[in-house]
């Protein structure tokens, strides 16, 4: 092997991908890389970087919030930040955030590889996500504005506004160019590069989920770059597409917006729920129930996720018929999510379970993520949805779905994996009472949305009645609990890197996957030898101790 | 990463995924013109009499030129990849020349084409343009737009293609190792298949 060279280290151990050993040292080892876990670093900057920027904008928004009338921004630059917040939120921050952080990191790992199919590609990939999310922040300090016409870019507000359009709308399709790129290269890795034994069933639950999302990135991002980069050209060159005044059609638009957006959502949870499917057998110590379902069901929601999409335009007066069956498939992807919800629950039943964060974090994206789906449930109901349309219950729904689904999932990752990936524990004790912030100040944030959406308060809206004043006020409350729960959280985290107590185990939590197999923090190629598979990636005994050392791969 | 171990990385060859890589990514391109595809088919359903008067502007003559010219340069890669793996450096290099300016001509014609309709005023925003009915307006529209990417399509194809020139000349593409080239060649179909789709919509539907 090409490490027998290297030196070891006092402990017998090899060193760490994080230590630098070719010929760069320094920032260029890190952003010339084309190390897997490496670049997964890269997107973990960017990534929770961005997310500090959409926090603060959101909490802008729930400060000004407070009264009826202005509080601290005018209209236009209230506009301006709800656009914002959800444009960082969704394209930069929680699209990318799993696959890209851990999905690079633990993919190639846990199905035996030394590293993606392209590395090269890999970067390029970051370079893309960096360049899109510079352009996002440079469409907020130019002068003209950032964008004001709310994530979804509607005709004609997006061909009609004054402001930064065309930097917002590009960095959405060279983000959208990075994720098919990421999407590929997880793909070919998935089918090329599986280690001897590991057959498709062998493999862990979130890779089948990187695999389900990985075809959606391919798939279904092409079709929201080219509406995009038609809004652009209709910007620029006055070219006749989607505006009325020249035979355009605007809701052909909002049709191909959301054949992407739509199953984008699935780009967001579907990872998330392939991290939950890992987290939860190794605290409860049972092996994972139904796994063959949890697998298919993945699949089952990138197939069904990518013909639901007009159900975001039930008010826009489509056909009855177009309606009717838009509504039915709509009812019917939730299975396949409660699929899953189910077999977690199944797999705690009986289970010794631990309740260390990562679990609480896992146990808090399905009681969140279950009041997401259902009121989305609620919302493909055709008669409810009409009344519904536009209120603060979607935007509740939304956030249930996506802050208390990936987000959640993605501090479930953050303290299952952290430890794994910089070889230091974070404090256990402090890490619940953020836990407890978080989960405490979402709900009191989040909840009140749904019950002022249902009397009917309007989205996006500057000016509300006064009825609904109260209902602000707490949810503005929540927002200020919750922040205090991440900054706890952060602090705590980033804290541990430097002080935390060092982990010299390879396997942390009891888990059974191969990324539990190598050394902590892994080596340059993960593996000293590629291994060979024999077990199935879940196989504790009942209630008890992981079987782990009767099969050491090292 | 070492150095060492980058050898080790970039060593490691398999040709079939980087085959299915590239298929991965043309069925991402695909998607990408189908969107346009469906915009098209869409707006001809609504405005099937516009669209009929519109494509009576086509310039014909050009239009077949241009067909023939991208087929032609698609056997011409074909061909180079067959003399590639052969072993016949000299007229792979040959070939894959001969396609690089096949692509050339093809943006030539489309040059004057361009230029043409630009004089008749067809351009949009153009007072002409936008005196006439929606469904011509959008005709219009779509023509600039597809066939515009589809042209941005085949100047990347070029420039793959001048890199797999440069590379032949190097011997990085060699007999032994010549995947680099069979995807640039299905790139190349690519754009290829996507004219054989927009001749006939754009230029026959008289």
């Given at each position: ?49 961005f ?26 630059a ?24 851990f ?10 590889a ?166 939860i ?59 899953k ?114 009397l ?27 922040v ?17 107590e ?9 888990g ?13 190629e ?25 099969e050491?791969?090292? | ?22 298929w ?15 915009m ?5 359903y ?19 030129a ?5 087929l032609?340069?698609s ?6 990849i ?11 290099l ?22 043409a ?57 060699n ?32």
């Open positions: 092997m090409s490490n027998s060279s290297i030196a070891l280290d006092g402990n017998g151990k090899l060193p760490s991908y994080l230590i630098d050993q070719g010929k760069r040292k320094g920032l260029l080892a890190w952003l010339l890389s084309t190390d897997h876990k490496r670049i997964a670093i890269l997107y973990m900057i960017g990534v929770l970087s997310f500090a920027v959409g926090v603060s904008l959101g909490f802008i928004i729930r400060l000004e919030l407070l009264t009826p009338q202005g509080t601290i921004i005018d209209a236009q209230y506009n301006e930040i709800f656009t914002l917040h959800g444009v960082i939120m969704i394209f930069i921050v929680v699209i990318p955030a799993i696959p890209a952080i999905g690079n990191f633990f993919l190639p790992i846990m199905i035996g030394k590293d993606v199919a392209f590395p090269r590609l890999n970067l390029l990939s970051w370079y893309l996500y960096i360049i899109g999310g510079t352009m996002i922040l440079l469409s907020m300090v130019l002068p003209g504005g950032a964008a004001d016409t709310g994530w979804t870019f509607y005709i004609p507000y997006s061909v009609r506004t004054g402001t930064n359009m065309i930097f917002t709308l590009s960095a959405v399709f060279v983000l959208g160019f990075s994720s098919i790129l990421t999407g590929m290269n997880f793909l070919t890795t998935i089918h090329r590069l599986r280690a001897p034994g590991m057959g498709w069933f062998k493999m862990p639950l979130f890779t089948w989920s990187l695999y389900a999302t990985g075809w959606i990135q391919l798939l279904a991002t092409p079709i929201v770059g080219i509406t995009l980069l038609l809004v652009i050209i209709e910007r620029v060159f006055g070219v006749g597409l989607f505006d009325p005044t020249l035979g355009g059609d605007p809701i052909l638009f909002q049709h191909m917006f959301w054949m992407y957006s739509h199953p984008a959502v699935y780009i967001i949870i579907v990872p998330a729920m392939g991290v939950i499917s890992e987290i057998p190794v605290f409860a110590h049972r092996t994972i129930f139904g796994y063959k379902f949890i697998a298919y069901s993945s699949i089952a929601i990138a197939v069904f996720g990518s013909m639901v999409w007009a159900h975001h335009m039930f008010a826009v007066g489509l056909s009855n018929n177009a309606e009717f069956i838009f509504s039915l498939l709509t009812f019917l992807v939730a299975i396949p999510s409660a699929i919800v189910f077999n977690w629950t199944a797999t705690l039943y009986k289970g010794s379970i631990e309740l260390e964060a990562p679990m609480l974090y896992a146990l808090a994206f399905i009681f969140l993520f279950s009041i997401g789906g259902l009121t989305g449930i609620i919302q493909g109901a055709l008669n409810v949805d009409i009344y519904l349309t536009d209120t603060y219950f979607i935007v509740g729904h939304i956030h249930y779905v996506i802050f208390g689904g990936t987000g959640m999932a993605l501090f479930a990752a953050l303290h299952y994996w952290l430890p794994k990936m910089f070889g230091r524990m974070y404090n256990k004790k402090v890490a619940k009472v953020a836990f407890w912030h978080i989960f405490v100040g979402f709900n009191i944030l989040y909840f009140p949305f749904l019950i002022m959406g249902w009917g308060m309007p989205r996006r809206s500057y000016h509300y009645l006064p009825k609904f004043q109260i209902y602000h006020i707490i949810a503005t409350v929540g927002s200020w609990i919750l205090a729960g991440l900054l706890i959280m952060f602090i705590n985290l980033l804290r541990s890197l430097r002080t935390g060092i982990v010299t185990e390879n396997n942390i939590w009891g059974e996957s191969l990324e539990w197999k190598v050394q902590t923090p892994p080596i340059a993960n593996f000293e030898e590629i291994p060979e598979v024999t077990a199935a990636p879940y196989e504790y005994k009942d209630n008890d101790e992981p079987v782990l050392e009767k050491e791969v090292n | 990463m070492t150095t060492e171990n980058e050898v080790v990385v970039h060593a490691h060859r398999d040709d079939v995924g980087a085959r299915m890589g590239m991965l990514f043309l069925l991402s391109e695909f998607l990408l013109f189908g969107g346009l595809f469906l098209y088919s869409i707006y001809r609504n405005h099937q009499h516009d669209f009929h008067i519109a494509a009576e502007g086509m310039n014909i003559f050009l239009g077949t241009n067909t023939i010219i991208l032609t340069s056997l011409t890669m074909a061909l180079a067959t003399a590639m793996q052969k072993g016949n450096k000299i007229l792979s040959v070939l894959q020349i001969v396609t690089f300016l096949f692509g050339l001509a093809f943006l030539v014609n489309k040059f004057f084409e361009w230029s309709e630009f004089k008749e005023g067809n351009y949009p925003g153009s007072p002409i343009l936008t005196a006439k009915p929606s469904g011509q307006i959008l005709y219009y529209g779509l023509y600039y737009t597809m066939v515009g990417l589809h042209g941005v399509h085949v100047i990347v194809g070029m420039t793959i293609i001048a890199f797999m020139i440069r590379f032949t000349i190097k011997g990085i593409i007999k032994d190792d010549y995947v680099k080239l069979e995807n640039a060649g299905l790139y190349w179909h690519l754009v290829d298949i996507i004219w054989i789709f927009l001749f006939p919509l754009f230029y026959l539907i008289t």
